[in-house]
C-alpha cells in the first residue's frame, strides 16, 4: 500500500509524456494539416507588407535623432539603427499576425520574412493607409486565434477521452474564453510594461555602461510573470474553466511542480528550437524546405500534445498531493 501511495504520487514522467504526444500525433496525423497548412501560405501566398507606409516615418524619426545628436558620439550608430528599421520593414509580413500567442497554430516560417518559393518570388502588396492595416491585422489576429482555439480543441479531445457533455458547446466555451485570457494577458503586458520600461530608462539614463543588462532584467521580470500561466491554455481546453479559473490553476501547479515542470519545459523548449534550425536548413526555394515544413507539423503538434498530457495527470497528481499533504512530493521523474 505505501509503495501504491509512493508510485502515484509521482509527477507524470517527462520522457513518457512526450512520447505519449508523439504517437498520439503519429495516429492522428490529420492534426498537422493546422501547421502545414499555415506554414504553406507563408511560403506561397502573397505578402502584405507596411514598408511604403511607415519609412517616410522612420526617416523624419532618424533626421530628428541626427538633430538632436550631431555632436554626440551616438551618431554613427543611427545607420546602423535606420537599417534595421529597412530591413524589418522590408521583411515584416503581416499575414504573420496569423501566428497567435498563447494560443494560436505553430508555424516555422511566420518569421522568416520576405524569400523567394521554389515557383518564385511572391506577389508583394502595399497597404497604403494605417486604417487598412489595423483592420488587416485585427482579422488575422482574430483568425488566428479562432483557428489555434480548434486546434487545440481538436489535441485536448484526444487526450481527455471522458469528457462529457456536448463537444461543440465544449470547443465554443473554450474557443470564448481564449479570446478572453488574450485580453487578459494583453492587458496585463501593458500595464506591467509601463512601470519596467521608465525603470529600465532610468538606469540606462545613470548607468549607461550596463549595456544590456537592463533587458536581462526586463527578460527576467517576464519570465517571473508569466511562467506561473504557461498551463492556462491547458486549463481551458482540458478542465473547461474559464480563463480567470485557468490561470489559477496554472500558477498553482507550476508552483506545486516547480522542478519537474522546469524539466519538462527546458526539454520541450530546446527540442522545438532545436530541430527548427534543422528544419530551415534547405534553401527557402528548395522543395526540400516542404520535407523541414512537415517535420516541424509533427514535431510542434507532438510536443502541444505531450503538454496536454503532461498538464492532465500532472494535476491529477498535484490533487493527490493536496490530499495527503505536501510532504509526499517527489522530485522529477524522467
Known sequence: MLQENENRLRPPKIIQTLVEGFNLIASHPYLMLFPLALDALFWFGPFYRIKDLLSPMVNEMMQSLATT????????????????????????????????????????LAGKGFTSNPLGSPMIFEIGSSSAAFNMVMVCVFLGLLLGGIYYALISNLVVKDSQGDPRSTILHSISQTFVFFLLL??????????????????????????????????????????????????????????????????????????????????????????????????????????????????????????????RDGTHWMEEIIKLGPQNINGTNL
Open 69 to 108: 545628436l550631431v555632436n554626440s558620439e551616438a551618431l554613427p550608430s543611427l545607420d546602423v539603427i535606420k537599417a534595421s528599421w529597412d530591413q524589418l520593414l522590408t521583411h515584416f509580413n503581416l499575414l504573420s499576425t496569423l501566428r497567435t500567442y498563447p494560443i494560436g497554430i505553430p508555424s516555422l
Open 186 to 311: 494583453l492587458a496585463i503586458l501593458i500595464i506591467l510594461s509601463i512601470p519596467v520600461l521608465c525603470f529600465l530608462s532610468s538606469i540606462s539614463v545613470f548607468i549607461p555602461t550596463m549595456g544590456t543588462v537592463p533587458l536581462l532584467i526586463l527578460g527576467l521580470v517576464l519570465m517571473w510573470v508569466l511562467l506561473p500561466l504557461v498551463f492556462t491554455p491547458q486549463g481551458i481546453f482540458v478542465k473547461q474553466l474559464s480563463a480567470v479559473k485557468a490561470i489559477s490553476l496554472s500558477s498553482k501547479f507550476v508552483r506545486i511542480s516547480s522542478l519537474a515542470t522546469t524539466f519538462f519545459l527546458t526539454i520541450a523548449v530546446s527540442l522545438s528550437y532545436g530541430l527548427d534550425l534543422l528544419w530551415t536548413t534547405p534553401a527557402s526555394d528548395s522543395w526540400l524546405l516542404g520535407l523541414g515544413i512537415i517535420g516541424h507539423a509533427f514535431v510542434s503538434s507532438g510536443i502541444l500534445a505531450a503538454t496536454f498530457i503532461y498538464f
